[in-house]
């Protein structure tokens, strides 16, 4: 009797992903908590037991198409036909819906980079016309000059009171995927959350953090390749998704409050930041970022 081949854990899996990708390896932690549902994950092993190739999906949910979040083959298993066979039986599992390549909340890889454009290409998929970049900034640096407005003050999650409120603000304000990303971070550590406050409202709030804390954001899924772009060897770390109340853009107030989300993660030891998944960079790059990941979007 031939015994059950062993559902990949976030050990084999990570160690898969270095080999395949080593210029994007990612927060072994962050991975782990990013997996998903192991139902969901495809793959292909050797007959030694050795993991060659892996898939990790997610069906439709909140969204009306599935995603297709992770392919993976090892650099010796290459040009075997297991990438193509693993989306194959992807489309298989799912049916007749629309397959986005990353996108999806959480985004455990927003999407494919330029070097993995030409293999999902030769399988059907094609390009949605947008592109969206990780951006680093060095934090050894002076921030620019920028000052909260009077009648304005910086808090955090953990401030007894403001759960409650942020929430409800980030819901009106973004929608349910900010939502979704802000509360999977208090869960882990509402310090992490800094909030802008006008008064007694909620006017503003950001996901931040550096790569010990309890919860790993996508700004620093990939500590090395951050490390790497901006030239330094110590602590990294990132923010985002970040943002104000409409009536308040456009004044100042949303720089002044990135300034001071950069300050804080300075303050706190960070050599280098990351912003992740943007598509307006002018507005970072006035601030010293620079782009280090570019992601294609592409759907099937």
């Known amino acids: 009797m031939t015994a059950p081949v062993a559902v990949p854990n976030a050990d084999e899996l990570h160690a898969l992903w270095a080999q395949a990708w080593p210029e994007l390896v990612p927060h072994p932690r962050g991975f782990a908590h990013r997996l998903g549902d192991p139902a969901h994950l495809l793959y292909r092993r050797a007959p030694d037991g050795t993991l060659l190739a892996a898939l990790a999906l997610r069906p439709p949910e909140a969204y009306a198409h599935a995603h297709i979040r992770l392919v993976l083959v090892h ?18 599992r799912l049916g007749p819906v629309v397959l986005a390549l990353g996108e999806e909340r959480g985004h455990f890889l927003p999407a494919p980079t330029a070097q993995s454009v030409p293999f999902f290409e030769a399988l059907g998929f094609v390009r949605t016309g947008r592109e969206s970049s990780d951006m680093a900034c060095d934090l050894r640096l002076p ?3 920028a000052v ?5 003050r910086l808090t955090n999650a953990a401030e007894e009171g403001t759960v409650p409120p942020l929430l409800a603000f980030a819901e009106a304000t973004f929608g349910p995927r900010w939502t979704h990303d802000a509360s999977a971070v208090i869960a882990r550590d509402p310090s992490q959350v800094l909030v802008l406050m ?3 409202q909620v006017a ?3 996901l931040t953090g550096v790569e010990t804390d309890a919860a ?6 990939f500590p090395e390749a951050l490390r790497h772009a901006v030239g330094v060897s110590g602590l990294v770390g990132g ?9 308040l853009r ?3 107030v949303g720089s002044a409050f990135m300034v001071a989300a950069m300050t804080h993660l300075q303050n706190r030891g960070a050599q280098a930041m990351a912003i992740d998944w943007t598509n307006v960079a002018p507005f970072y790059e006035r601030l010293g970022f620079r782009e280090f990941v570019r992601y294609f979007h592409m759907r099937g």
């Open 239 to 247: 923010l985002g998704p970040i943002g104000i109340a409409p009536e």
């Open 250 to 252: 456009g004044g100042g």
């Open 198 to 200: 006008n008064g007694p």
């Open 75 to 92: 650099p010796q298993a290459r040009r075997q036909g297991l990438g193509r066979s693993l989306v194959s039986e992807a489309r298989e």
């Open 148 to 152: 909260i407005p009077a009648g304005m």
């Open 216 to 221: 790993v954001l996508p700004s620093f899924f």
């Open 204 to 206: 503003g709030f950001a």
């Open 143 to 145: 921030l620019p000059a």
